[in-house]
């Protein structure tokens, strides 16, 4: 017997009061402020008495140097500049605003959750085609439909099943009910006999992200938006732009990893926060998506059984493939047939490049290897699959994480910044739904508390890291980190 089982440890901001200084566009808002001025973002260097979130104290001074901006910063220089650490000291104003960089599960949740605190937020996102970071949908033309990251979700926590039941009355979420299992190379397919219930996006994952922010009123949106700075003046955090200024708040929230959260930590004078980012390995995933003009011929050990998604086994170039068109269409025989197959860490690992310049030549090589892949977890012959009338490659860079915390969120008090994402927790949906409501209420706490107390409100600033106890390779799959994790197989 198969089964198939969810690891449930899982995958805002501000309306700035700056008068005419944005426009509204539908749910966009592009601020045209002027570019930030240089003098701000000059760090003042100095010694100062060490925090004790920081560490055990080491050399103090008697008057430590006060900026007249609103916050102090220290550092320590060694054989070179370490950065300080920002202490902000000016009152938290009556009507907060919170900045939230990142526009996917967690971001997303934070922000909503804010909301229901009566806080206003900002949420900052690089998307193009719309929010949802990792919940992304490709859609060609209306028939050709492809989510090229999270697949499914599934449900195990009292709070976020309150939340999935809300969306499923809404029309915004519905339970798939199609065949999955694993398949081996040569054409074994195991259906699952059992497994939790799945759940999906109407039309695509990338329209939940959509919908959830559809009846918000104190939630603002830029997009595309690639904040690429943020300091402390006058006791706020400005954001910019490759710089153009993009609002000043009271508070921040990091809800995105890899190396472009690194290198927007790496200089913000948030040490803590940045060194517990740091020490998150991810591994990379190759998705290909293709699209065929007849269905894929069924395995021959399949019984005959049209599955929808599969973890595939045995095979170095794929760990999964999901059959879009089935999944959102209920169809098996009107084409075209939109596929999404991903590949194992150890591939990603082996043909990772820059994610955002991807070369011809690249490309075209994961491809190949890619669908010799599902040829041979199919069991036919090598070259024998028609050629896709549709195909694009995609590099996640930063997939999956293999080490974690444990903890729904980071918080600096003194810097009045978190972190969020499903990696704190695991690496779900969920998760990352569950820690942005975690941290949406403990920076509520802490902006309604004045931040008077800031050593009560510090969490997860030193906690270790592990890595996963797995007992398959749980790398192998990226669905693991959307949604679900296949145990016992």
């Not at 055990?56 to 220290?74: D, L, Q």
């Not at 999270?150 to 199609?178: C, I, M």
């Not at 704190?424 to 509520?444: F, Y």
């Amino acid at each position: 017997m198969h089964t198939a089982c969810n690891h449930h440890l899982l995958s805002s901001t501000f309306i700035l009061q700056i008068p005419n200084k944005f426009t509204k566009h539908h749910s966009v808002t592009v601020f045209t402020s002027p570019t930030t001025n240089s003098n701000i973002l000059n760090p003042i260097l100095g010694c100062s008495k060490k925090s004790s979130m920081d560490g055990p104290k080491k050399t103090t001074r008697k008057n430590p140097r006060r900026s007249s901006y609103g916050s102090s910063r220290k550092s320590v220089l060694r054989k070179t500049f370490k950065q300080e650490q920002v202490t902000f000291t000016a009152p938290i104003s009556e009507d907060p605003v919170v900045a939230i960089i990142g526009g996917g599960m967690s971001g997303l949740l934070c922000a909503l959750q804010l909301e229901k605190r009566g806080v206003r937020s900002t949420v900052f996102d690089t998307g193009i085609h719309g929010l949802g970071g990792r919940m992304g949908t490709r859609t060609i033309d209306p028939s050709m439909i492809f989510d090229h990251a999270a697949q499914f979700f599934t449900v195990s926590n009292p709070l976020f099943s309150e939340l999935v039941d809300d969306w499923s009355h809404k029309g915004y979420v519905r339970e798939s009910v199609g065949v999955i299992g694993e398949l081996e190379a040569g054409g074994d397919f195991f259906p699952f006999l059992s497994s939790p219930p799945r759940y999906i996006a109407i039309n695509g994952m990338r329209t939940l992200a959509d919908s959830l922010l559809s009846q918000s009123s104190m939630v603002n949106v830029v997009r595309p938006c690639w904040i690429s700075s943020i300091e402390p003046f006058n006791g706020m955090w400005h954001l910019s732009e490759n710089g153009k200024h993009r609002g000043e708040f009271d508070a921040i929230v990091i809800a995105h990893n890899g190396k472009c959260a690194n290198r927007l930590l790496s200089t913000s004078g948030l040490p803590l926060i940045a060194r517990q980012m740091k020490r998150l390995d991810l591994s990379s995933i190759w998705a290909l998506l293709a699209a065929f003009e007849d269905p894929l011929p069924l395995p021959p050990k399949a019984f005959g059984i049209p599955f929808e998604g599969a973890f595939v086994k045995g095979i170095d170039s794929i760990s999964w493939i999901g059959n879009n068109t089935q999944k959102l269409f209920n169809s098996q025989n009107e084409g075209p047939h939109c596929w999404t197959i991903f590949s194992t860490s150890s591939f990603g690992k082996r043909h990772k490049v820059p994610q955002e310049n991807i070369p011809n030549a690249t490309a075209e090589k994961v491809k190949g290897l890619m669908l010799a892949g599902v040829e041979n977890a199919l069991g036919v012959p090598i070259g024998s699959l028609k050629k896709p009338i549709y195909t694009r490659v995609q590099l996640w860079g930063a997939a999956l994480p293999t080490n974690s915390p444990g903890i729904p969120c980071i918080f600096d008090p003194l810097g009045r910044a978190g972190i969020c994402g499903d990696w704190l927790l695991g690496s779900s949906l969920e998760a990352a739904a569950l820690s942005g409501i975690s941290l949406a209420n403990h920076t509520a706490d802490y902006l309604k508390s004045g931040g008077s107390r800031p050593d009560e409100f510090a969490v997860g600033l030193h906690d270790e890291f592990q890595p996963f106890n797995l007992e398959f390779d749980y790398s192998q799959s990226f669905l693991a980190l959307f949604g679900v994790i296949a145990q016992g197989i």
